[in-house]
């Protein structure tokens, strides 16, 4: 596990490679531009990304088709050589998704995506080559190229679940919040203004007020995306648009209206008290 660890620290800290990702990550922000484009590759009708549900259908179908390749006979060959060209397929959407997501990433997170998407790449290259084999008639060089290929697959899998679980890409940064329970005093009820917002603190929880018509609304002040600032962002049409990747939500209940978050904004119970804006979890 050391050396491993040493080669990702290696990865996140090449600065060579961003040159790289800068233009890829650049033509995939113009291709996502559209909204419905947005939400469906980042999995916002979900409630998650998308992408890491779409790896198992090309990785199940490849690692099937190593199966039977080893043991399933000649009787086989046909399921096996279907299988390949399945994973391929379904390679399209997931690879589509994985980009999208990589164009929202800074830093080691690129640098460590851009090694992930071209180890993938070089495996979805190797099921090309094998699938020529095997229609060709050259089965044992089709099964040789399908068997690397899957080990090269292996490699990028564990590259994503690095980006997954050890550096929390894409992970739902409101999470681990806890709101409080009781009625917490946070504002004046003077000091917000009807078409103001303020980010005030809940028992170590950043919240954004806001009211307009003179109703008061509160959600979570950390995108749940990528953890920008929305407090920071643009405020328009009773909604707030991050100003870190753009996702924009609804003020009133957290509703996500464009992606890439594919999580609703956490939303806060609020009322005066003794001219005191106070806030609790929504009990509802």
């Not at 060959?77 to 589509?96: E, F």
């Not at 681990?176 to 980010?199: F, K, S, Y």
Request: charged letters at 20%; hydrophobic letters at 40%; glycine letters at 12%.
């Amino acid at each position: 596990m050391k050396a491993i660890s040493s080669i990702l620290r290696r990865i996140e800290a090449a600065e060579a490679l961003d040159p790289i990702a800068k233009p890829i990550i650049e033509t995939t922000a113009k291709a996502v531009r559209p909204r419905l484009v947005r939400n469906l590759a980042s999995g916002t009708p979900l409630g998650h990304p998308a992408h890491p549900m779409l790896t198992d259908l090309p990785i199940g179908a490849f690692t099937m088709a190593a199966l039977l390749d080893v043991v399933g006979g000649a009787k086989s060959a046909p399921a096996a050589d279907l299988l390949v060209r399945a994973g391929l397929l379904s390679s399209v959407p997931t690879v589509a998704t994985g980009l999208n997501d990589f164009s929202d990433t800074y830093g080691a997170e690129t640098r460590i995506g851009l090694t992930h998407a071209g180890v993938n790449g070089s495996a979805l290259l190797l099921y090309c080559l094998s699938g020529r084999a095997r229609a060709r008639g050259h089965r044992g060089r089709g099964k040789l190229l399908g068997l690397v290929a899957l080990g090269t697959l292996v490699a990028g899998s564990y590259l994503g679940g690095h980006l997954s679980f050890t550096k929390g890409t894409n992970v739902n940064r409101t999470a681990w919040e806890h709101a409080p329970e009781d009625w917490t005093a946070v504002l004046p009820d003077a000091d917000l203004a009807d078409g103001e917002h303020r980010r005030v603190d809940a028992g170590g929880v950043a919240v954004l007020l806001s009211r307009s018509g003179g109703g008061l609304s509160a959600i979570s002040a950390t995108c749940s995306h990528m953890g920008g600032p929305l407090d920071e962002g643009t405020f328009a049409d009773g909604c707030v648009t991050c100003p870190w990747h753009g996702s924009t939500f609804r003020l009133s209940d957290g509703g996500i209206e464009r992606g890439p978050a594919c999580v609703e904004q956490p939303v806060f119970d609020t009322r005066v008290q003794d001219g005191q804006i106070e806030v609790r979890a929504a009990t509802s």
